[in-house]
C-alpha cells in the first residue's frame, strides 16, 4: 500500500498506519511529504450496509458542503482504478478529537463543549443549504422509506426482538411525509465530528450514508442515546435541544426532530445486526463484527424509554 | 461431570492473559480489538451467570402474558407478531412491565454500564 501511496505523487510517504474504530470503511493515517493525511478505503470493495453511496460521491460530498461553510477534511485526491489502492480517496488530516467518550468527559474539552450543540445545529443548516444541482446521484428516503428499508433488513436476518416490532408499529403509524428533500449527512454524531479542544467542531466525517431526505434525520440523529457516552444532555451528551434548534434556526419543529430521534435507535440498531450478520456469514472473522451484535440490546432499552414517554 | 476448572475460571484466565500480557504489546487496530476480546468475554461471563434466570422468568412473564404455555422461542415469536399486528401495544402494563424487564437482564448481561440501563 505505501508504494501505491507513494505513486500518487504527494510527497515521500511515512509512518503508515491504520487507525482503530471505523467499522465500516477503512481508515489509515500517514504523511506524505510531512504533511498529515488520512486514507478512506473500502475493504476488498465490500460494503457492508449496502447503503453507502461509494467514496467518489462521499468526496464529492465534502467539497460541495464545504462551499456552504461546513466544516470538513480538505479532499486531496480522489483515487482511480489506476492508482491500486481500490476504491478510496485522500484527506488533509484535522487536528482534534473523535471519541465521544473524551469530547463529553475530558476536562480539555470543558470549555468547549457549552458551544457544540449550537454550533452542530448552525453546521447541519450549512449542510441542509447546500444546492441539490450538480450533487452525484444520491439516494432519497423519508421516514417511511427509513422504515420499510430497516424493517426488511430486520425480517431477513431473522431475529425476533420484540421492543423492535412495537417501534417499527409506532413509527410507521406515524412517519411524517417529507416536504423538502434536502442533503442529509446521514451519520451526524460523535463519532463522526472531529472535535477541538479550542475550535470546536472542526471536520464532518464520514459521508458515506448521506441521501437526500428530511432535514430532521440529521436532528434528530444526535440525539440517540447511543452517542451520548455518558453525559446527561440530550444532543450528544453535550448539550440541549433549544441550542441545537437555535443554532439550527428554525423550519424544523422539536416533535419532528423527537421522532426520528426515536426512529434512530431502530435504526442503528438493525445496524449493529447488519454487522454481526458480517461476522456469522464469514464476510469479515473479526471480533469487533462479531461482538457489535451485542449494542443492539442497548438500542432496544433505549426505545422502550423513548415509547414509554411518547405513550 | 466437570468440576474444574469452572468455565467462570477459564475465561478469567483468558481475560487476564489477554490484558495483562497480550494487550500491553500490541497497539492500534489490534489494541483496539483486544480491548473488544476483553468486552466479549466478559459479555459470555455474565450470560453463564445471569442467562439462565433471566430466560425462565422471561418464560413465566409470557405464560401469563399471552395465557398459555410454551418455549421462549415459541411465546416471544408470539409476542413479536402480536405487536407487529399491532393487537398489543405498549400501552399495556403487562406488556411493558415484560418488555422492560427482559431488556433491563439482557442489558446487565451484554453492557452493564451502559447509561441506558440508570435511565429505565
Known amino acids: 500500500m505505501e508504494d501505491a501511496l507513494n505513486a500518487l505523487n504527494l510527497g515521500a510517504v511515512s509512518g503508515l498506519r491504520r487507525l482503530s474504530g471505523g467499522a465500516s470503511q477503512e481508515t489509515w493515517a500517514f504523511e506524505a511529504g510531512g504533511k498529515p493525511l488520512i486514507l478512506r478505503r473500502s475493504p476488498g470493495g465490500f460494503s457492508m450496509s449496502g447503503d453507502a453511496i461509494g467514496l467518489e460521491k462521499e468526496a464529492a460530498l465534502i467539497r460541495a458542503a464545504s462551499v456552504q461553510g461546513a466544516p470538513v477534511p480538505p479532499v486531496v485526491h480522489v483515487c482511480t482504478p489506476a492508482d491500486g489502492l481500490g476504491e478510496a480517496y485522500v484527506m488533509g488530516r484535522v487536528e482534534g478529537e473523535t471519541l465521544g467518550r473524551r469530547i463529553v468527559r475530558d476536562e480539555a474539552f470543558a470549555a468547549v463543549r457549552p458551544t457544540l450543540a449550537r454550533r452542530c445545529g448552525e453546521v447541519l443548516a450549512a449542510i441542509h443549504s447546500t444546492p441539490l444541482e450538480g450533487l452525484p446521484q444520491l439516494p432519497v428516503s423519508d421516514a417511511a422509506r427509513e422504515l420499510e428499508k430497516y424493517e426488511a433488513i430486520y ?42 479542544p479550542q475550535a470546536g467542531l472542526a471536520a464532518v466525517l464520514d459521508w458515506e450514508l448521506a441521501h437526500l431526505g428530511d432535514p430532521a434525520e440529521d436532528l434528530g440523529w444526535i440525539c440517540v442515546n447511543s452517542w451520548r ?41 438493525v445496524m449493529c445486526l447488519i454487522m454481526y450478520t458480517a461476522y456469522a456469514t464469514g464476510a469479515d472473522a473479526s471480533v469487533e463484527r462479531a461482538m457489535i451484535g451485542r449494542r443492539t440490546s442497548e438500542t432496544e432499552i433505549d426505545l422502550i424509554a423513548l415509547l414509554e414517554h411518547a405513550a | ?56 422468568a422471561a418464560t413465566q412473564r409470557l405464560v401469563e402474558l399471552l395465557g398459555h404455555e410454551g418455549d421462549f422461542a415459541g411465546l416471544n415469536a408470539e409476542l413479536c407478531d402480536r405487536l407487529a399486528a399491532g393487537e398489543l401495544t405498549l400501552k399495556d402494563p403487562a406488556v411493558l412491565a415484560h418488555l422492560k424487564a427482559s431488556i433491563v437482564d439482557q442489558v446487565r448481561i451484554d453492557q452493564p454500564n451502559y447509561y441506558g440501563l440508570k435511565a429505565l
Open chain 2, 1 to 56: 461431570m466437570i468440576t474444574s476448572p469452572t468455565s467462570l475460571e477459564l475465561i478469567d484466565a483468558v481475560i487476564g492473559f489477554i490484558e495483562q500480557r497480550a494487550a500491553p504489546q500490541l497497539k492500534d487496530r489490534d489494541a483496539f480489538l483486544a480491548r473488544v476480546a476483553v468486552n466479549a468475554l466478559a459479555a459470555v461471563r455474565r450470560e453463564i451467570e445471569l442467562g439462565p434466570s433471566a430466560q425462565a
Open chain 1, 155 to 196: 425480517r431477513d436476518i431473522g431475529d425476533r426482538r420484540p421492543i423492535f416490532e412495537a417501534a417499527f408499529r409506532w413509527l410507521k403509524d406515524r412517519a411524517p411525509p417529507l416536504e423538502t428533500p434536502v442533503l442529509v449527512h446521514g451519520d451526524f454524531r460523535n463519532g463522526n465530528l472531529m472535535i477541538h
Open chain 1, 229 to 269: 457516552f455518558g453525559g446527561d444532555k440530550p444532543v450528544g451528551g453535550f448539550g440541549d435541544y433549544e441550542e441545537l434548534m437555535a443554532g439550527y434556526g428554525g423550519g424544523v419543529s422539536l416533535e419532528r426532530v423527537l421522532y426520528w430521534q426515536t426512529l434512530g435507535p431502530l435504526k442503528w440498531g
